[in-house]
């Protein structure tokens, strides 16, 4: 009996899978014509690859080299310590988890994943701080490679007030974490019998000159991963994404089957909101609800629009 209804939902799962599917490209195909459509998408993939992925794969490994320098020679350490009296009363953490914060800024989200998984690293957290960490990395990761790009597009004041926003996020969205979870954590009776440990060392074997080298190509060869770890995301997210945001890039000739031509959908829907759009974000262009949907699934994908937008005189620094 079990068998038969799990068979019934799977092929039921397909079949809408189906209907979904057709129904919207099949609509994208009618408004756009069949090799328009498959052209716009070969097209603005190629184009997003070329001229977005590999940018910011040029800033990920240098970012990467430059943070993993800051690791090897303790400029991070240092940094640790200055922030660390700030971790309790902003974030309710302890001192150690600014290295969570610092460590995701020089890299990546998955950074604090390696750390969580340290033992000596998760000793110095209660249980439900530990998990809470998934919010405070999550606010920092990629934070040195976004402000880099924004700074590359002429943004200055603008990235840093970013990040001064995701800062101020973090710590609204750490303590939300906290709370929701203290009561049923503490049901488990979760404890850690991992002796304190009052150092973590990241510094590596070799003389001065091994060290600096070791340190920027392991660094460059992570910003290489993150690189090619967001081609996924950018090329299939934004693509889709950008499918249903712009239209033709003519109006009176029609579609042409270049990139970044689409059906207008998304802007349609958010416009029905803008002034809720206005309110929470400022946003005056419709199509620009574009960039935060992106940034839900990959933060590589949403840095893809922001040329695109910028070319299309869609946004200025604010």
């Given at each position: 009996?079990?068998?038969?209804r799990?068979?019934?939902l799977?092929r039921?799962?397909?079949?809408?899978?189906?209907?979904?599917?057709?129904?919207?490209?099949?609509?994208?195909?009618?408004?756009?014509?069949?090799?328009?459509?498959?052209?716009?998408?070969?097209?603005t993939?190629?184009?997003?690859?070329?001229?977005?992925?590999?940018?910011?794969?040029g800033?990920?490994?240098?970012?990467?080299?430059?943070?993993?320098?800051?690791?090897e020679?303790?400029?991070?350490?240092l940094?640790?310590?200055i922030?660390?009296?700030?971790?309790?009363?902003l974030?309710?953490?302890?001192g150690?988890?600014?290295?969570?914060?610092?460590?995701?800024?020089?890299?990546?989200?998955?950074?604090?994943?390696?750390?969580?998984?340290?033992?000596?690293?998760?000793?110095?957290?209660?249980?439900?701080?530990?998990?809470?960490?998934?919010?405070?990395?999550?606010?920092?990761?990629?934070?040195?490679?976004?402000?880099?790009?924004?700074?590359?597009?002429?943004?200055?004041?603008?990235?840093?007030?970013?990040?001064?926003?995701?800062?101020?996020?973090?710590?609204?969205?750490?303590?939300?974490?906290q709370?929701l979870?203290?009561?049923?954590?503490?049901?488990?009776?979760?404890?850690?019998?991992?002796?304190?440990?009052?150092?973590?060392?990241?510094?590596?074997?070799?003389?001065?000159?091994e060290r600096?080298?070791n340190?920027?190509?392991?660094?460059?060869?992570?910003?290489?991963?993150?690189?090619?770890?967001?081609?996924?995301?950018?090329?299939?997210?934004?693509?889709?994404?950008?499918?249903?945001?712009?239209?033709?890039?003519?109006?009176?000739?029609?579609?042409?089957?270049?990139?970044?031509?689409?059906?207008?959908?998304?802007?349609?829907?958010?416009?029905?909101?803008?002034?809720?759009?206005?309110?929470?974000f400022?946003?005056?262009?419709?199509?620009?609800?574009?960039?935060?949907?992106?940034?839900?699934?990959?933060?590589?994908?949403?840095?893809?629009?922001?040329?695109?937008?910028?070319?299309?005189?869609?946004i200025?620094?604010?």
């Amino acid at each position: 009996m079990k068998r038969k209804r799990f068979l019934f939902l799977r092929r039921l799962e397909s079949f809408l899978f189906i209907v979904v599917f057709l129904s919207v490209f099949g609509f994208l195909a009618y408004r756009m014509g069949t090799t328009n459509l498959i052209n716009t998408i070969m097209n603005t993939a190629h184009d997003l690859l070329m001229n977005t992925v590999f940018y910011i794969m040029g800033i990920t490994v240098l970012s990467g080299a430059l943070g993993k320098l800051f690791i090897e020679f303790g400029v991070v350490r240092l940094l640790e310590y200055i922030l660390s009296p700030l971790m309790r009363p902003l974030f309710n953490l302890p001192g150690v988890a600014s290295l969570g914060g610092l460590m995701t800024f020089f890299s990546d989200n998955p950074a604090i994943i390696n750390l969580a998984r340290d033992k000596k690293f998760k000793s110095y957290f209660k249980p439900y701080e530990l998990i809470s960490l998934t919010n405070f990395g999550t606010a920092f990761g990629m934070g040195l490679i976004v402000i880099t790009f924004m700074i590359g597009q002429g943004f200055y004041k603008g990235a840093f007030i970013g990040f001064a926003g995701a800062t101020i996020g973090a710590c609204f969205s750490t303590r939300i974490m906290q709370h929701l979870t203290k009561k049923k954590l503490q049901k488990l009776k979760i404890e850690y019998d991992i002796p304190k440990k009052k150092y973590i060392s990241f510094k590596s074997s070799g003389n001065l000159f091994e060290r600096v080298l070791n340190s920027l190509l392991d660094g460059g060869k992570d910003g290489v991963e993150i690189g090619l770890s967001i081609i996924p995301g950018v090329l299939i997210i934004s693509t889709f994404i950008m499918l249903i945001t712009f239209g033709p890039e003519n109006p009176e000739i029609g579609y042409q089957g270049l990139a970044y031509e689409g059906v207008p959908i998304l802007p349609y829907i958010a416009g029905l909101f803008k002034g809720l759009f206005k309110l929470l974000f400022g946003f005056n262009d419709s199509e620009l609800i574009a960039f935060p949907i992106t940034s839900l699934g990959a933060v590589g994908a949403a840095l893809s629009l922001v040329k695109i937008f910028i070319a299309k005189k869609l946004i200025t620094g604010n």
